[in-house]
């Protein structure tokens, strides 16, 4: 069965990626889709990137007890961890939730609906002008967001161990600056991407072969957050696994 599932979800990537009829239609699509992706969720990204930097700060520097480590580590324990793994894997897992559901539970209901077969009938590749858009918008959009995550979870570790007293403003910065390797960017944002195209893909798979009514539309939300989290975490193990 999970070959099946394999197999179906790769055929229909195949009709996704097929030459578009107008690229003026999908383009307008493709900006509309850019807003309700990267806009849409841009506040919730940095409410909850802001509070988990501050959090990891107090939480490190509530291990790092020993007189013999300077507390600038707190920094950079706290950079490099949202960078690599915080920032990518907890945004990705925070929009597979709002994104995810959201694209399932709209091409579900176009299903039901048979809007996707008015479109099947009138010539139109429902597969490419329906997730394509989406596509494009997540590889795009994603990216940028693990960016303003990354960012808001340093400065809210900068915030939070001020605020706490579990480390200056100048040793958390001078941990941040100290030892950088740019190369840690370069895997965080290939894990965007990556996520940016599961977070699309799969919700849009598990809606578009929605078969029965609104009940069913429902559960097809449920499996395809439940789908892309699980499908998230296995490709950023092997992409960790690969690149480090």
């Excluded at 307008?28 to 849409?40: A, C, F, I, P, Q």
Aim: charged share 15%; glycine share 12%.
């Amino acid at each position: 069965m999970l070959f099946y599932y394999i197999g179906d979800y790769i055929l229909l990537l195949k009709k996704v990626f097929r030459k578009p009829e107008k690229w003026k239609i999908y383009w307008r699509e493709v900006l509309h889709e850019m807003s309700d992706v990267g806009v849409g969720s841009l506040g919730l990204i940095v409410i909850i990137s802001t509070f988990i930097g501050a959090v990891m700060t107090m939480q490190i520097a509530f291990q790092l007890v020993s007189d013999l480590i300077p507390t600038s580590v707190i920094g950079q324990i706290n950079r490099d961890s949202n960078i690599l793994e915080l920032g990518p894997t907890i945004s990705a897992l925070v929009l597979m939730g709002k994104v995810g559901s959201s694209i399932s539970s709209q091409i579900g209901s176009m299903r039901v609906t048979e809007q996707i077969d008015a479109l099947e009938i009138m010539g139109i590749n429902a597969a490419g002008y329906l997730i394509l858009p989406k596509i494009i918008a997540g590889v795009i959009m994603v990216p940028v967001l693990v960016t303003v995550a990354i960012f808001c979870a340093i400065i809210g570790g900068m915030v939070g161990g001020s605020l706490s007293g579990a480390v200056s403003v100048d040793d958390y910065t001078e941990g941040i600056r100290s030892g950088f390797n740019g190369f840690t960017v370069s895997v965080a944002m290939v894990k965007a991407f990556v996520f940016g195209f599961i977070i699309t893909s799969v919700p849009a798979y598990k809606g578009f072969n929605v078969r029965g009514g609104a009940l069913e539309v429902g559960q097809a939300g449920t499996k395809a957050v439940v789908i892309g989290c699980i499908t998230i975490l296995a490709c950023d193990y092997l992409i960790t696994a690969l690149m480090l």
